[in-house]
Protein backbone atom coordinates (compact mmCIF):
# COMPACT_ATOMS: atom_id res chain seq x y z
CA UNK A 1 0.00 0.00 0.00
CA UNK A 2 1.17 3.50 -0.07
CA UNK A 3 4.09 4.47 2.75
CA UNK A 4 5.58 7.60 4.07
CA UNK A 5 9.04 6.65 4.75
CA UNK A 6 12.82 8.08 6.14
CA UNK A 7 16.05 7.32 4.15
CA UNK A 8 18.21 7.98 7.40
CA UNK A 9 17.20 6.68 10.96
CA UNK A 10 19.87 8.56 13.15
CA UNK A 11 20.96 11.81 12.55
CA UNK A 12 24.16 12.78 14.20
CA UNK A 13 24.65 16.73 14.31
CA UNK A 14 27.27 18.96 16.15
CA UNK A 15 25.44 21.86 17.79
CA UNK A 16 25.34 25.08 15.50
CA UNK A 17 25.29 23.03 12.53
CA UNK A 18 22.23 22.87 10.14
CA UNK A 19 20.67 19.68 10.07
CA UNK A 20 18.70 18.13 7.39
CA UNK A 21 16.25 15.46 7.82
CA UNK A 22 14.34 13.55 4.83
CA UNK A 23 11.28 11.90 3.99
CA UNK A 24 9.86 10.18 0.94
CA UNK A 25 6.58 9.59 0.25
CA UNK A 26 5.07 7.61 -1.70
CA UNK A 27 1.13 8.75 -2.78
CA UNK A 28 1.69 11.16 -5.47
CA UNK A 29 -1.93 12.19 -4.65
CA UNK A 30 -1.13 13.33 -1.58
CA UNK A 31 -2.08 17.26 -0.76
CA UNK A 32 -0.59 17.90 2.87
CA UNK A 33 2.51 17.13 4.66
CA UNK A 34 3.24 17.80 7.91
CA UNK A 35 6.35 17.40 10.36
CA UNK A 36 6.09 16.43 13.76
CA UNK A 37 8.72 16.50 16.68
CA UNK A 38 8.57 13.94 19.28
CA UNK A 39 11.17 14.21 22.54
CA UNK A 40 11.64 11.36 25.03
CA UNK A 41 8.74 10.42 27.11
CA UNK A 42 6.28 13.01 25.47
CA UNK A 43 3.46 12.86 22.16
CA UNK A 44 4.48 14.12 18.99
CA UNK A 45 4.42 18.06 18.46
CA UNK A 46 3.21 20.01 15.52
CA UNK A 47 6.49 21.80 14.10
CA UNK A 48 5.91 22.92 10.83
CA UNK A 49 3.29 21.97 7.26
CA UNK A 50 3.53 22.65 3.50
CA UNK A 51 0.53 22.40 1.07
CA UNK A 52 1.43 20.24 -2.17
CA UNK A 53 0.98 23.66 -4.46
CA UNK A 54 4.35 25.15 -2.31
CA UNK A 55 7.64 24.06 -2.88
CA UNK A 56 9.40 25.84 0.32
CA UNK A 57 7.53 27.36 3.42
CA UNK A 58 9.85 28.71 5.91
CA UNK A 59 9.22 28.79 9.95
CA UNK A 60 11.10 29.87 12.83
CA UNK A 61 14.31 28.13 12.50
CA UNK A 62 13.03 25.66 10.11
CA UNK A 63 12.29 25.20 6.96
CA UNK A 64 10.32 22.53 4.83
CA UNK A 65 10.88 21.43 1.64
CA UNK A 66 8.40 20.18 -1.26
CA UNK A 67 9.78 17.91 -4.27
CA UNK A 68 6.43 16.66 -5.96
CA UNK A 69 8.86 15.40 -8.79
CA UNK A 70 10.50 12.81 -6.84
CA UNK A 71 7.65 12.64 -3.83
CA UNK A 72 10.24 13.86 -1.45
CA UNK A 73 10.03 16.28 1.89
CA UNK A 74 12.74 17.67 3.95
CA UNK A 75 13.07 19.62 6.93
CA UNK A 76 16.06 21.75 7.52
CA UNK A 77 17.19 22.98 11.30
CA UNK A 78 19.14 25.84 11.28
CA UNK A 79 21.71 26.33 13.45
CA UNK A 80 20.52 23.10 15.72
CA UNK A 81 20.61 23.16 19.34
CA UNK A 82 20.67 20.61 21.97
CA UNK A 83 16.82 21.06 22.51
CA UNK A 84 16.36 19.86 18.88
CA UNK A 85 17.48 16.32 19.62
CA UNK A 86 13.74 14.46 19.24
CA UNK A 87 12.61 11.93 16.70
CA UNK A 88 11.14 13.62 13.39
CA UNK A 89 8.42 12.06 11.96
CA UNK A 90 6.95 13.45 8.29
CA UNK A 91 3.53 12.73 8.02
CA UNK A 92 1.49 12.05 4.21
CA UNK A 93 -2.72 13.25 4.26
CA UNK A 94 -4.59 12.54 1.17
CA UNK A 95 -5.83 15.92 0.96
CA UNK A 96 -7.75 18.56 3.34
CA UNK A 97 -10.74 18.15 4.48
CA UNK A 98 -13.33 15.57 5.65
CA UNK A 99 -11.92 12.19 6.88
CA UNK A 100 -8.52 12.01 6.29
CA UNK A 101 -5.91 8.95 7.04
CA UNK A 102 -2.78 10.22 7.99
CA UNK A 103 0.17 7.90 7.28
CA UNK A 104 3.33 8.85 9.27
CA UNK A 105 7.15 8.13 8.58
CA UNK A 106 8.58 5.42 10.94
CA UNK A 107 10.91 8.45 12.57
CA UNK A 108 14.89 10.38 12.15
CA UNK A 109 16.08 10.65 15.44
CA UNK A 110 18.19 13.84 15.91
CA UNK A 111 21.48 13.54 17.85
CA UNK A 112 22.70 16.74 18.42
CA UNK A 113 26.19 17.05 19.52
CA UNK A 114 26.97 19.96 22.27
CA UNK B 1 -2.40 26.64 27.24
CA UNK B 2 -5.19 23.41 25.55
CA UNK B 3 -3.52 20.76 25.20
CA UNK B 4 -5.09 16.75 25.09
CA UNK B 5 -5.28 15.08 28.39
CA UNK B 6 -4.19 11.05 28.72
CA UNK B 7 -4.66 9.25 31.83
CA UNK B 8 -3.16 7.01 33.43
CA UNK B 9 0.28 8.35 31.87
CA UNK B 10 1.77 4.62 32.72
CA UNK B 11 -0.32 1.05 33.71
CA UNK B 12 1.33 -1.87 34.35
CA UNK B 13 -0.68 -4.92 34.74
CA UNK B 14 -0.95 -8.49 34.10
CA UNK B 15 -1.89 -10.98 31.10
CA UNK B 16 -5.62 -11.33 31.18
CA UNK B 17 -6.65 -8.08 33.15
CA UNK B 18 -8.73 -5.39 31.77
CA UNK B 19 -7.08 -1.93 30.81
CA UNK B 20 -9.00 1.25 30.60
CA UNK B 21 -6.89 4.37 28.73
CA UNK B 22 -8.82 7.93 28.89
CA UNK B 23 -8.02 10.78 27.18
CA UNK B 24 -10.10 14.58 26.78
CA UNK B 25 -9.66 15.85 23.84
CA UNK B 26 -8.92 20.18 23.20
CA UNK B 27 -12.27 21.64 23.98
CA UNK B 28 -13.86 22.50 20.45
CA UNK B 29 -12.16 20.04 18.38
CA UNK B 30 -14.24 17.45 16.30
CA UNK B 31 -11.88 14.74 15.57
CA UNK B 32 -10.42 11.73 17.92
CA UNK B 33 -7.43 9.87 17.11
CA UNK B 34 -5.91 6.69 19.03
CA UNK B 35 -2.63 5.32 17.89
CA UNK B 36 -0.40 2.74 19.16
CA UNK B 37 3.59 3.50 19.10
CA UNK B 38 5.86 0.47 19.11
CA UNK B 39 9.90 0.20 18.20
CA UNK B 40 9.14 -2.12 15.25
CA UNK B 41 5.81 -1.02 14.16
CA UNK B 42 5.82 2.92 15.04
CA UNK B 43 2.99 5.18 15.18
CA UNK B 44 -0.35 3.11 13.62
CA UNK B 45 -4.23 4.10 13.75
CA UNK B 46 -6.63 2.35 15.93
CA UNK B 47 -9.65 4.33 15.67
CA UNK B 48 -10.68 7.80 14.27
CA UNK B 49 -13.82 9.76 15.32
CA UNK B 50 -15.51 12.53 14.10
CA UNK B 51 -18.02 14.44 15.97
CA UNK B 52 -17.62 11.60 18.59
CA UNK B 53 -19.01 8.89 15.52
CA UNK B 54 -16.51 6.41 15.00
CA UNK B 55 -15.16 6.39 11.53
CA UNK B 56 -12.33 3.94 10.81
CA UNK B 57 -11.09 1.56 13.30
CA UNK B 58 -10.07 -0.52 10.89
CA UNK B 59 -6.65 -0.96 12.38
CA UNK B 60 -7.48 -1.76 16.00
CA UNK B 61 -8.07 -5.47 16.55
CA UNK B 62 -11.63 -6.27 17.31
CA UNK B 63 -11.93 -9.58 19.14
CA UNK B 64 -10.07 -7.40 22.39
CA UNK B 65 -9.83 -3.79 21.40
CA UNK B 66 -12.77 -1.10 21.87
CA UNK B 67 -13.25 2.76 21.65
CA UNK B 68 -15.68 4.77 22.63
CA UNK B 69 -16.53 8.46 23.32
CA UNK B 70 -19.34 8.84 25.45
CA UNK B 71 -19.20 12.59 25.15
CA UNK B 72 -17.35 15.36 23.48
CA UNK B 73 -14.79 15.28 26.54
CA UNK B 74 -13.93 11.98 27.02
CA UNK B 75 -12.87 9.26 24.58
CA UNK B 76 -11.81 5.75 25.96
CA UNK B 77 -9.92 2.73 25.01
CA UNK B 78 -10.12 -0.50 26.13
CA UNK B 79 -8.02 -3.85 26.26
CA UNK B 80 -10.17 -7.02 27.41
CA UNK B 81 -7.92 -9.25 28.04
CA UNK B 82 -4.89 -7.99 27.74
CA UNK B 83 -1.92 -9.42 26.09
CA UNK B 84 1.73 -8.98 26.26
CA UNK B 85 1.87 -7.96 23.09
CA UNK B 86 0.06 -4.94 23.97
CA UNK B 87 2.68 -3.49 25.27
CA UNK B 88 3.18 -0.24 23.86
CA UNK B 89 2.60 4.02 24.27
CA UNK B 90 -0.80 4.46 23.11
CA UNK B 91 -1.52 8.34 21.66
CA UNK B 92 -4.47 10.26 21.92
CA UNK B 93 -4.79 13.10 19.60
CA UNK B 94 -7.41 15.10 19.02
CA UNK B 95 -7.92 17.95 15.84
CA UNK B 96 -10.58 20.11 13.72
CA UNK B 97 -11.45 19.51 10.39
CA UNK B 98 -13.95 20.98 8.01
CA UNK B 99 -17.45 19.75 8.29
CA UNK B 100 -20.75 21.48 7.68
CA UNK B 101 -20.06 23.30 10.59
CA UNK B 102 -16.97 24.62 10.27
CA UNK B 103 -14.32 25.02 7.39
CA UNK B 104 -10.21 24.80 8.55
CA UNK B 105 -7.62 25.04 5.64
CA UNK B 106 -4.96 22.45 8.23
CA UNK B 107 -5.35 19.53 9.19
CA UNK B 108 -3.13 19.58 12.39
CA UNK B 109 -3.42 16.95 15.35
CA UNK B 110 -2.78 17.38 18.70
CA UNK B 111 -0.83 14.51 20.68
CA UNK B 112 -1.16 14.13 24.54
CA UNK B 113 1.70 12.78 26.32
CA UNK B 114 0.37 9.64 25.78
CA UNK B 115 -0.18 6.00 27.81
CA UNK B 116 2.62 3.77 28.09
CA UNK B 117 1.29 0.53 28.53
CA UNK B 118 3.39 -3.22 29.99
CA UNK B 119 1.17 -5.81 29.88
CA UNK B 120 3.35 -8.84 31.88
Known amino acids: GESVGLHLPTLSVQEGDNSIINCAYS??????FIWYKQESGKGPQFIIDIRSNMDKRQGQRVTVLLNKTVKHLSLQIAATQPGDSAVYFCAEIPLLGGYQKVTFGTGTKLQVIP | DARVTQTPRHKVTEMGQEVTMRCQPI?????VFWYRQTMMQGLELLAYFRNRAPLDDSGMPKDRFSAEMPDATLATLKIQPSEPRDSAVYFC??????????????????FGAGTRLSVL
Open chain 2, 93 to 110: ASGLVSDGAVRVSKNIQY
Open chain 2, 27 to 31: LGHNT
Open chain 1, 27 to 32: NSASDY
